[in-house]
């Protein structure tokens, strides 16, 4: 099980930007995927960003162009850049690894965004 750490979540208002980040416990060189999901109060978690081994990546459509996922395999570590903030955006993110096709995934143990004014 890979160990995962977000940082970088906080009150920001509408239209601002923050960047998260997640630290893996081992090399993400062969991951398979790491991604963000999020889960906003009494709604199911969903897929926000997901970037491939080999750097394909996908997005919800409700954050494409405001979002940038991205993998630093020298630091080990996935962001998301996430600007033109909207209230909508307000949720518990957290990061996700898979390691190999088929295995159970990982999950960090998720940090607050809120959106507001």
């Known amino acids: 099980q890979v160990q995962l750490v977000e940082s970088g979540g906080g009150l920001v208002q509408p239209g601002g930007s923050l960047r998260l980040s997640c630290a893996a416990s081992?090399?993400?060189?062969?991951?398979?995927?790491m991604g963000w999901y999020r889960q906003a109060p009494g709604k199911q978690r969903e897929l926000v960003a997901r970037?491939?081994?080999?750097?394909?990546?996908n997005y919800a459509d409700s954050v494409k162009g405001r979002f940038t996922i991205s993998r630093d395999n020298a630091q080990n570590t996935v962001a998301l850049q996430m600007n033109s903030l909207k209230p909508e955006d307000t949720a518990v993110y957290y990061c996700?690894?898979?390691?190999?096709?088929?295995?159970?995934?990982?999950w960090g143990q998720g940090t607050q965004v809120t959106v507001s004014s």
């Open positions: 081992v090399s993400i060189f062969s991951i398979y995927a």
């Open positions: 970037i491939i081994r080999g750097g394909s990546t």
């Open positions: 996700n690894v898979i390691v190999r096709i088929g295995t159970a995934a990982s």
